[in-house]
């Protein structure tokens, strides 16, 4: 039995949602994911978010959810990875009663004409990673059907982006010159950890998912070339915390 066998459209698992997780009398129209704790150090400092209960546990760390003051828009910080940014989807989905998600993070380069920190829209992405194959049938790519709407927000913002396909794998030190170069020619312009497993998730418990990356690191070059990677300021970094929240807003409407 392969990884592409493992789909089954059962709705009912071994686990299920109500068997671990409270309900919140607290309901959230949208809930922004980030992988940026300076985003989130910034926003309570500032005092623009206040959390909300329950805080959502794990053996390894807390994941606190929090509301923009006055709204009903949550944001939450995940670490990376497509089992905890798409499990949060999950959680967050049952718990708050939450059916709209934008996900925003950073992004490996496949194409070098695209200049760091450059925006861009993911309209599909290849399943290099085994949670979307618990959650959808075997294909090799997902479409993200927000990503009309995402770039139509972006236009309205009068905020330049690119869009095209991303990869998402789960082994960022196994990204070699082959399997970059399939991507390629598939139409892939960019690599990250979470896109196709969240849009899975999503499509599964009937959610929505509204997905945009910035270009950090850069691939396709003789020699991988860091850029901007883990060194954008706190500044930009809200930025895009706040081109996502434009978003949020637009979407919750």
């Known amino acids: 039995m392969s990884i592409i066998d493992s789909f089954d ?7 299920n949602l109500p ?3 409270p309900k919140s009398d607290i309901t959230l129209d949208v809930c922004i994911i980030n992988f940026s704790y300076k985003i989130m150090d910034a926003l309570i400092e500032e005092g623009k978010i206040e959390p909300v209960e329950p805080v959502i546990k794990s053996v390894a760390d807390l994941y606190p ?5 006055g709204t009903k828009i949550g944001i939450v910080k995940t670490t990376v990875g497509a089992p905890m940014a798409a499990g949060l989807i999950e959680e967050i989905g049952y718990i708050f009663s939450c059916s709209r998600f934008v996900l ?3 992004c490996g380069g496949l194409d070098k004409n695209i200049p760091p920190e450059a925006l861009i829209v993911p309209t599909h992405a290849y399943r290099d990673e085994g949670m979307s194959y618990h959650y959808a049938p075997p294909a090799d790519y997902i479409e993200l059907p927000g990503h009309g709407t995402v770039s139509s927000i972006l236009d309205g913002l009068s905020v330049p982006y690119v869009t095209g396909r991303t990869w998402t794998t789960d082994a ?6 082959r399997n970059m170069e399939m991507r390629r020619s598939e139409g892939c312009i960019a690599v990250e950890m979470e896109i196709s497993a969240c849009q899975a998730v999503a499509d599964f418990r ?8 910035y270009r950090a690191d850069n691939l ?9 990677l883990s ?8 930025a895009h915390l706040y081109i996502a929240l434009e978003i949020a807003k637009a979407i919750g409407t």
């Open 206 to 213: 009937g959610h929505e998912l509204y997905a945009f990356l």
């Open 65 to 69: 959810v929090y509301v923009f003051s």
């Open 231 to 238: 060194s954008i300021t706190t500044e930009r970094r809200l």
């Open 172 to 177: 960022f030190y196994r990204e070699t010159r």
């Open 9 to 15: 459209p059962e709705r009912e698992s071994s686990i």
């Open 19 to 21: 068997d671990v997780l």
């Open 104 to 106: 925003f993070g950073s």
């Open 220 to 228: 396709d070059a003789e020699v991988w070339e860091r850029s901007i």
